[in-house]
């Protein structure tokens, strides 16, 4: 299942996050524990260069895109490659949103698509939607045609 994904500023504050099956109690932890990975081991990576962690056997791959890192948390099925699949889809989708990787005035700009892009991406927990063409057709609010 994947936990969380969380989208956080280069000053650690959150700007979007989707948690599942994580107790309300326990999510202030999983943000300040991802907001410190993020200062403590981000700091010079280039774009979309992957890093993962283990904490507690859960997995989480995260990333910088631009002025924006994004994490991702998942246990059971979604261990670091399945999660590396799921961050690629999503700075695919943010990249395809913004034109580019976005700075944080972007990002906050197009947060509306970008977060109904989560929403096609993952659903429940459950990596849902994978295609590039489909979550824009989705993210439209129009219904796929079958081709």
Do not use: Q
């Not at 904490?55 to 059971?76: A, C, E, P, R």
């Not at 590396?84 to 197009?110: H, M, N, Q, W, Y």
């Amino acid at each position: 299942m994947l936990l969380a994904v969380l989208f956080a500023n280069s000053e650690g504050n959150i700007l979007v996050e989707r948690f599942n099956g994580v107790p309300a109690e326990e999510r202030l932890h999983w943000r300040s524990f991802l907001v410190k990975l993020g200062a403590d081991n981000l700091k010079g990576v280039k774009n979309e260069e992957l890093l993962v962690a283990c904490h507690k056997s859960v997995y989480i791959v995260y990333t910088v895109l631009g002025d924006v890192s994004i994490f991702v948390v998942g246990k059971d099925a979604y261990d670091e490659l399945a999660l590396a699949e799921v961050i690629f889809v999503i700075t695919s989708a943010v990249k395809d949103v913004c034109g580019k990787p976005p700075t944080e005035r972007l990002f906050l700009d197009k947060y509306g698509k970008i977060c109904l892009c989560l929403d096609e991406i993952v659903w429940k927990g459950l990596l849902e939607n994978t295609e590039k063409d489909r979550i824009k057709r989705l993210i439209r609010l129009k219904p796929p045609t079958e081709v």
